[in-house]
């Protein structure tokens, strides 16, 4: 289980996270076997809580939903970062038989989050045990990141109120990079997200009789088609969107033309700007197509997360921890954004930060991916991801890395 921790050079802290490993592992699995949907991680909060307060921490609990924060003062109690996590599962039926499988029918960890839960609370083990640092670290285990954008609801409850914060930093496991690689880049990581309902309404008719109806069908099928116009038409192909119409909903029998026809779909973009301006022409073209037809229309937008977006300062320093901690060898440096979205672009909208991934694959990359029904966290990346969290908020405030800089 330690084989992710070879280290370009030796470590003073690797007996200590060797000691720990199999505790962390154990509290992974416990957090797997018992998963919690958006807002209703209520146990895996107490878990957290009990660790935190077990480690000597002060916790505040009920944050955002069921946010739990615990915070290491530093020297200068005004400097602080964010070191984030997140607490929720996924409403997915868990295929795997191993003992730690979910007990929980239809909820499961395929998102890594358990694990994301327990490298931060090592991290928290790991920084109390050491010197004070000059500056205040905040371990923040938010709620509701699958669709809940807990991050918000966090940041709307005072997170940086209460804990004051220069900057913010979050890690999520990477099943398409080799186990404790890391994979990073300045810029947008994760697509700026947003969803849509697109009701046509005509006048229904007897299938021989069209005539005397107005079809919704025809209409809708051509917004669907001018959807995809949009996204390979109307803006820069240098600039990477997605539009997915997922779900078309008209008519209850095969002889009758229905009144009306819903479309629902999503939009991802590497910019928020992008993400408005697809909206608009979304929404124009469905307008235009409803009155050449005669026919009304609808268009919602559900706004979903802004994209996450990487700050240049701050993802140079990760960088420098990733290379002086584990050796270049172990960065991807650039890797390319992913069109998925993540609700820690919501702290990157209000503090400057870097948002790392970390690679998960412990079977090759054949290893199911994100939200799977047979995937599982890695815990031999645990150690790593406590190491890379240490680093961080050592090398954050100018503390000497436990093992010094390494020549390049
Ligand atoms: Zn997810
Ligand atoms: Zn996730």
């Not at 001018?226 to 029998?253: E, W």
């Not at 779909?265 to 909206?279: F, K, P």
């Not at 124009?284 to 609808?298: D, F, I, K, S, T």
């Not at 995937?375 to 890395?401: C, E, K, M, S």
Request: a negative charge; glycine letters at 10%; charged letters at 20%.
């Amino acid at each position: 289980m330690t084989q992710v921790l070879r280290l370009e050079t030796p470590t003073t802290l690797e007996p200590l996270l060797r000691q720990h490993h199999s505790h962390w592992a154990k509290l992974r699995r416990d957090l797997h076997a018992h998963p919690e949907l958006r807002f209703e991680e209520h146990r895996t909060a107490d878990v957290v809580a009990r660790e935190l307060e077990d480690i000597g921490y002060k916790v505040v609990r009920g944050l955002g939903g069921t946010g739990v924060v615990a915070s290491l003062p530093g020297a200068t109690p005004e400097r602080g970062i964010v070191l984030r996590a997140d607490l929720d599962a996924l409403p997915i039926r868990e295929a795997n038989a191993f003992a730690h499988a979910s007990v929980q029918e239809g909820v499961m960890h395929a998102c890594g989050h358990d694990g994301h839960t327990v490298m931060l609370l090592g991290a928290a083990r790991i920084l109390k045990e050491m010197p004070q640092l000059p500056g205040t670290v905040h371990f923040v285990f938010q709620p509701g990141e699958e669709g809940g954008a807990g991050a918000r609801k966090m940041i709307d409850d005072g997170l940086f109120e209460r804990c004051p914060t220069e900057a913010v930093f979050g890690m999520h496991n990477w099943p398409g990079l080799p186990a404790g690689q890391f994979g990073l880049r300045t810029g947008p990581i994760m697509a700026a997200g947003s969803r849509f309902r697109i009701t046509v309404t005509g006048k229904g008719a007897h299938a021989a009789q069209p005539h005397l109806g107005l079809d919704p069908i025809p209409l809708a099928c051509s917004m669907v088609l001018q959807c995809q116009t949009i996204a390979a038409r109307q803006k820069d192909p240098a600039d990477p969107a997605v539009i997915s119409v997922c779900m078309f909903n008209a008519g209850d029998t095969d002889n009758v033309i229905p009144s009306r026809a819903e479309l629902r779909g999503t939009i991802r973009t590497l910019s928020s700007d992008l993400l408005q301006r697809l909206q608009s022409d979304i929404e124009q073209m469905c307008n235009g197509l409803a009155a050449a037809y005669g026919a009304q229309v609808e268009v919602t937008f559900f706004q979903y997360y802004p994209a996450t977006i990487n700050t240049p300062d701050e993802t140079a320093l990760c960088e420098a921890v990733i290379r002086e901690t584990f050796g270049g060898a172990r960065l991807h440096r650039d890797v390319p954004p992913n069109m998925t979205s993540e609700d820690f672009g919501f702290m990157l909208e209000e503090r400057p930060g870097t948002y790392v991934l970390i690679g998960n694959a412990s079977r090759g990359c054949a290893a199911p991916g994100l939200h799977h029904p047979q995937y599982d966290f890695n815990d031999d990346i645990i150690p790593a991801g406590v190491l890379y969290w240490v680093a961080l908020a050592q090398r954050y405030f100018g503390t000497p890395g436990h093992q010094g800089p390494r020549e390049e």
